[in-house]
């Protein structure tokens, strides 16, 4: 292990790259990555990197957006098959036949989508900014929100909008036990609930902060001494742990599991065997279509722009 770390590291200094992790990735991928953070932060480190090569240690569509932000420098994931049961959710050709169907409404779409997708977005969001980015339009704005249906669900009920929802879900959040979480909470009822606003709304009606991952763990670091029951991708609780080493951290089970944790399938694709092969051939390469990056980068660079706007 500790000689794949040392390859590994190796690697990117000849090769000048930058490895970016997500939250959601295996404990040895995000303690070995350069960064880590949620969807928004690795967008944000994409767009102003220096390194030649970017290896995204995520999954498909987060290598697309680097991609797309970054035209001229070559992005790598370690698992082409690392992909995103929420982006499938939404295939490109059906999400542009919705819209055509509802003219005159602006089209928001969430960051795990397809770069075709995005090319047929006005802006994108990511859980950490979508509130204050929908909130940033007029009351009366027809909006269009997709592809996550538990997000814009939860976006309508905050903010009192009526945005038309696309019908998508990510299997993971989708897959939270109510059942199981009342049942934590008996067993610890001194625990507070963390949710991400992906999960259905009979799960965010039990907990007491719904934030993006790096808004539940702010959240956990400002308040060490709490107990927490977690509802996300079990993933993040490796840096929750990392930063509050003295807190105790519950992962939300599954429905159907006896596992006491929810797991991407996908994320876990990603493993350093795949990291170091990655670097050392420079393969798998993300591609996008020129036409389709053209009309894809626009609605991303406005997230950023509004992003930065806000403070996010």
Sequence with gaps: MNNLIKAINELKKEKNAIIL????????????????????????????????IIVMCGVHFMGETAKVLCPDKKVLVPDMEAGCSLADSCPADQFAQFVKEHPGHTVISYVNT?????????????????????????????????????????INSVTNRNMLLWDGACHVHEQFSVEKIVELKTQHPEALVLAHPECKSTVLKLADVVGSTAALLKYAVNHPENTYIVATESGILHEMQKKCPQTTFIPAPPNDSTCGCNECSFMRLNTLEKLYECLKNESPEITVD???????????????????????
């Design 21 to 52: 992790g997500h939250y959601y990735q295996k404990g040895e991928i995000q303690d070995i990555a350069d960064y880590v953070g949620d969807s928004l932060a690795l967008a944000q480190l994409a767009a102003k990197t220096e390194a030649d």
């Design 114 to 154: 397809t770069a075709a997708v995005k090319a047929v977005t006005d802006v994108v969001v990511t859980s950490t900014n979508a509130r204050q980015i929908v909130e940033s339009f007029p009351k009366d704005e027809k909006i269009i929100f997709g592809p996550d249906r538990n997000l814009g669900n939860y």
């Design 290 to 312: 020129p036409e389709i990056a053209e009309k894809a980068v626009r609605p991303i660079q406005r997230m950023l722009e509004i992003s930065a706007k806000l403070g996010l």
